[in-house]
């Protein structure tokens, strides 16, 4: 059974505007959150992380929000460039495991010029 | 600095035959992961390597999946008796230190090992 869970495969936005990307999770153990981005036949680049015991997370154009009560989390990326086309994963780690991540099935997001 | 470095990139063997993967991880990082990443879906954790400690084998899909680490360095992933399931991109991540509590992981480009 799916601990993360990237319900939309893929996302396709206007250059300039907003993307939302959203994750959801079941195991209420989990206690770091993150998104990383990754480019085709390159390996996942970190891009931005948020604790449990945090409800948002900015860094630049890129900003995280995390509901615990819902367990969802969500990646707004504004205002979108063409470069941030790439997949977005979710990840999330926690108390009994040993720092290994769990990855969601990512988010093809693509911004159109 | 050099970053995680995996070899080869692109691999395509027979069933039934033997591979090796291996990862360089980035100097000074005592945490290593394994993970794949099969067509359509995520990451998937495979072993975790942290320092001198017995390895967490919990990812690992069968018996045919064995990693060392030596000298706390480079890593091997061996996949003995390959299956077509077994085609995948194998990533390794290496990290200053393990967990509970999180520590970045910075990725290798992955090796693509197709199974004929």
């Known amino acids: 059974d799916q601990q993360v869970k990237q319900n939309s495969p893929s996302l396709s936005v206007q250059e300039g505007r907003i993307s939302i990307l959203n994750c959801d999770y079941t195991n209420s153990m989990f206690d770091y959150f993150l998104w990383y981005k990754k480019y085709p036949a390159e390996g996942p680049t970190f891009l931005i992380s948020i604790s449990s015991i945090k409800d948002k997370n900015e860094d630049g154009r890129f900003t995280v929000f995390l509901n615990k009560s819902a367990k969802h989390l969500s990646l707004h990326i504004v205002p979108s460039q063409p470069g941030d086309s790439a997949v977005y994963f979710c990840a999330a780690s926690g108390w009994g495991s040993q720092g290994n991540l769990i990855f969601g099935k990512g988010t093809k997001l693509s911004v159109k010029p | ?116």
Request: net charge neutral.
């Open chain 2, 1 to 116: 600095g050099a970053g995680v470095s995996q070899s080869p990139s692109n691999k395509v063997t027979e069933k039934g035959k033997d591979v090796e993967l291996r990862c360089d991880p980035i100097s000074g990082h005592t945490a290593l992961y394994w993970y794949r990443q099969s067509l359509g879906q995520g990451l998937e954790f495979l072993i975790y390597f942290q320092g001198n400690s017995a390895p967490d084998k919990s990812g690992l899909p069968s018996d045919r999946f064995s990693a060392e680490r030596t000298g706390g360095s480079v890593s091997t992933l061996t996949i003995q008796r390959t299956q077509q399931e077994d085609s995948a991109v194998y990533l390794c991540a290496s990290s200053l230190a393990g967990g509970p509590s999180y520590n970045e992981q910075f990725f290798g480009p992955g090796t693509r090992l197709t199974v004929l």
